[in-house]
């Protein structure tokens, strides 16, 4: 083994970076000249924010697909990220809205979203976003604008979204949703706009709270819906 | 692998006269030879006059009939070549070893003459040229070895004909060409290595011939393609070298036929899929590596079979899943190498049981767990590589015990607990690594009984307390970083005792008092980190006692400047070494001017950050002067005056930031020289005059122009629009007038988006940063800068309207021309600007609508018209139904429709409506009206059919109706 001498690193950079200097074992005596005995092996330190909101938001961006390189600004070794593109913060440094509509951006819609307590924008529409929708967005409660529309999502509209009560713009339309319109979402008293539409939810239309105010076409084009809730006499989740 | 030992032994019976004038013109050849040697003096034996007879002169050995039958000379130093050779007089000749000699000039094809020869070996010299056709005539040869020459041309293909040849050995020398197909005729062929060459094809058919191969070696070969499937057929084989032979394709599984492999090397090609399971079978295996591929998928436990193994390598490769736990039962494996895969879960639970293991490299990848317990079972384990994966709980028990370890690399895990009770004692201990994790507890004084530690890097933890003054003894230190961690207390006058340091970095603690002076004596300190403490002291003192030291970063702390009176003297004498300093971080200090005609004898100095200090009156003339300058920040103290004029030397400026100070006088026109510049700075200062046309002729590079919050006048110039290279141009907050110039379309850097890496535009290591308003808010722009584009024109007395022209710079990623007085419409094709997240036209005069192409400005985040003569209905879309905050729009008297109250009458100017959602409504209108009026129908007629008795009633009050109403009449 060559290691017995001391590790020295090589002129310094001035980011000390950590070099490591691997040993290997020895080459056998046909192979003295394919490889050095050592392997240098640059680890470079990935010196990540303790921003939590940036952390939450990177992770997320590993999982996504970007063809056209919109979240390239993305960098997560700032102590903020609040320099990043389609990112906006408040004087606080913390992160309100995400704006990432008709951004050819695919993957999923991750449950790390959720920890970005304070967003009150999440603008997804027109993409091509898959998989469910995360419970976990329900912890959004300063959210006010929701917007999802047009993707390939799945599952059922999370029932979590009754936690979020500053909520006034509510757009699921356009995507592959099912299951029954949760009917805790009755409690969204600030719900001003909501769309539903071209999904494949079933049951029936709530008819308190704010709905009392949408119209039908909030709600077109799913099948399997049957139409307004008659309270008492039917179930409303009858042909789910 | 063991080379292949055979005895080719012959016993030659011949004619004696033969063998006598065979041996008396052999003396006469051998020294006609020597004679064309330089300097032969190993072969002073070989003097005519020392003995006719050549059989006892050095190197020469004779048959029992005096005949010449062996010549061995290997690593003799001769020096020539083998033209002189008269192989003619030496027709006996078995054996001819000239290995390991300075030999050159080509193979002579008289070598032919030689005709008995069994063992050729001309390996280790510098022959060249190409092997002569004429070797085909030595159909005795045996053992041909031409390896380490120059050797080029196509494989000598006539050697074929050699069908004697056992080992064939042509590695390392120049050959191209593909394999001849006639090599299959070397049915008794034991080694065949064609190592290093540039040999292109390997082939398959002659393969299968060669059933008695003992060694086949062809690594560092452009071969491409798969590996033939009749490999399978060479089952004596016990080493295969294919390494560095650009194979693809998988690796077959007829592999697993070779059961006498000891050795297989398939390291650095382009292998796909997984490693067969049927390499289970190479029992006989002591090492396997196929690093650096493209293999994927699980490790087979077939692997567990292989019982000889020692050496085991696969990085580099893309492995997933876990590592199968019958690794853990080789009985000999010593070296674990798995690093950069994808390896995840838990180590298996007993590796290292089999006391031997002394590698275990498994850095980037994603195991998780604790380390097996077993990993330095009977103390072998020397190197520990870890890193970057996901491993948590506290250090392993075990490391206290691991006496004989030599490198430990744990960075960038979930380690835990108290870092000072996790070692024990380790004498031979160079390199401790273990920044990034969640350790916790102190620094410990027994480390320094570790006499051997070199490198000490704990950055990045949670270790309190003080450094030991202890760790003064650890005197082979090379490089120790406990930055990131909540150290506190003074750094220890013993640290001075550190010989052998060229690296400190102590930054983001919360260490203070004052530099000791023992620091003086760290002779060999090349960089050092001090940034972000509550450290004081006098910055000259550092600058002057360590000759190699080039980086210096005390930012943060409370230093200060307080030279001496005799500073000059000081520098001048011949103690002082003024050493190389490149990089020099002071930013938010306590330093004053008076440090900066020392600085200026700094002439290496490339990067100097002195921004937040307490500089004060005007700039010496010398500083931006120094010759090899490129980023230099003074932002941020309480300079005045103008510019130094003398910057007629610098063109190496790069960088300059001197904003938020209080210089005045006109634009500085020193700046002209400074053609490299990148980024200018000017913001926050007294500066006023014209902005001058030269501007945009001087800066082909820039991409920063800030001169925000000045007194700059007069119109802007139209020449800005040359800064080809210009991202950021931030005016805002001066005085000046007239429009904006339409031929700001020609800033071709902001038409298109930046694309790439968010990166620090900046050379050396340090990061450029500039100082935005961006969507209202004051925000420093570091590595994310190199993708901003942007213009802020803002508060200023701009008039005119907005030229169409802008919106050809489609890249902008914020426009903010506020607080001006411009007035005419909204650009029309505003929408153009699709990356467009920032856009600021408040508190001008402009009218007319508001463009519908806005409303699809999928990234517009932040928008502000308010204040304006704007009218018409507020555009829909799918971006701009986000921006609700009715504020946006207020302050324009006409403006009407979501999100204002105030709804829109008849005809008000729109350009986009939901004309569709119109049309539902009357549809669901008439549905309605014809349900309702079926259910009515059907009720009333309904219940007149079902109830006779309200039928009989109904129809008689229509009677008596009837009745009353023509009866009247």
Known sequence: MDGVSPLRLPFPSPLPSPLLIFPRYPRMASLPVLL??????????????????????????ARLTDPTNVLQSWDPTLVNPCTWFHVTCDSQNRVIRLDLGNSNVSGSIGPELGGLEHLQYLELYRNNFQGKIPAELGNLRSLISMDLYGNQLQGEIPKSFAKLKSLRFLRLNNNRLSGSIPRELV??????????????????????????NFPLQSFDNNSRLNGPELQGLVPYDIGC | MKPIQFLPFFLFLLPTCTAETGAATAAEALVNWKTSLFQPDTLSSWSLTNSATPCNWFGVRCDAAGSLVQLRLPSSGLNGTLLDLDFSALPNLTHLDLYGNSLHGRVTPAISA???????????????????????????????????????????????????LLHLDLSHNQFTGVLPTS????????????????????????LANWTQLLSLQMNHNPLTGQIPREIGKLRELRSLGLGQTNHTGSIPEEIGNLTKLQDLQLLDNQFTGPIPHQIGRLTQLTVLEISDNRLSGAIPPEIGNMTALEILDISQNQFSGELPSTISALPKLQSLIVINNKLSGNLPGELGKNGLLSTAQLTNNSFSGELPPLLCNNSTLRYLYAENNNFTGRLPAWLKNCTGILRIGLGWNHFSGDVSEAFGAHPQLEVLYLPGNQLTGTLSPAWVEWRSLANLRLDDNRISGQIPPEFGNLTNLYYLSLSSNNLTGSIPAELGNLASLGWLNLSNNGISGSLPSTVAQLSALQSLDLSGNKLSGQVWKLLLQHPDLNYIDLSRNSFTAMLPVDWEEITNSSSTYLPDVQYLLLSDNLIDSSIIPLLCRFSGLQILDLSSNHLSGRLPDCLLDVEAMQYVDLANNDLHGSIPSSMASNASLVSLHLNSNRFDGEFPSSLKQCRHLVALDLGENGFHGEIPTWVG?????????????????????????RLASLQVLDLADNDLRGSIPRSFSGLSAMARRQEGRAVEFSALGYSESIQMIWKGRELMFHSTLSLVTGIDLSSNSLSGEIPSELTDLAGLLFLNLSRNHLSGGIPQAIGNLQWLEFLDLSMNQLSGPIPAGI?????????????????????????????DDPSIYSGNAGLCGPPLSRGCSDGAGTEKDDGLGEEDGIIWFGLSMLLGSGFGFWVFWGCLILKRSWRFAYFLFVDRAFDVFFRKR
């Open chain 2, 855 to 883: 409303a699809d400005l999928a990234f517009l985040s932040v928008l502000n018209l308010s204040n304006n003569n704007l009218s018409g209905r507020i555009p829909t879309g799918d971006q701009i139904q986000t921006l």
């Open chain 1, 187 to 212: 409690f969204l008293s600030n719900l001003k706009v909501l769309d539903l539409s071209n999904n494949d939810l079933c049951g029936t239309i709530p008819i308190d709270g704010p709905f009392a």
């Open chain 2, 114 to 164: 030689a005709s008995k020869l069994v063992f050729l070996d001309l390996s280790f010299n510098q022959i060249e040229g190409t092997v002569p056709e004429e070797l085909a005539m030595l159909t005795q040869l045996t053992n041909l070895t031409l390896s380490d020459n120059h050797l080029v041309g196509p494989f000598p293909s006539p050697i074929t004909s050699c069908s004697k």
């Open chain 2, 697 to 721: 002729d001087s800066f082909p590079s820039m991409i920063v122009l800030r001169l925000r919050s000045n007194r700059f006048g007069g119109s802007i110039p139209p020449q800005l629009s």
């Open chain 1, 36 to 61: 050095p005995c050592l392997l240098l092996l640059l680890a470079a330190s990935p010196a990540l924010s303790t921003n939590p909101e940036g952390e939450a938001l990177h992770a997320w961006r």
């Open chain 2, 183 to 206: 090599l299959s005729r070397l049915t008794r062929l034991q080694v065949f290595d064609v190592s290093s060459n540039g040999f292109s094809e390997l082939m398959p058919e002659g």
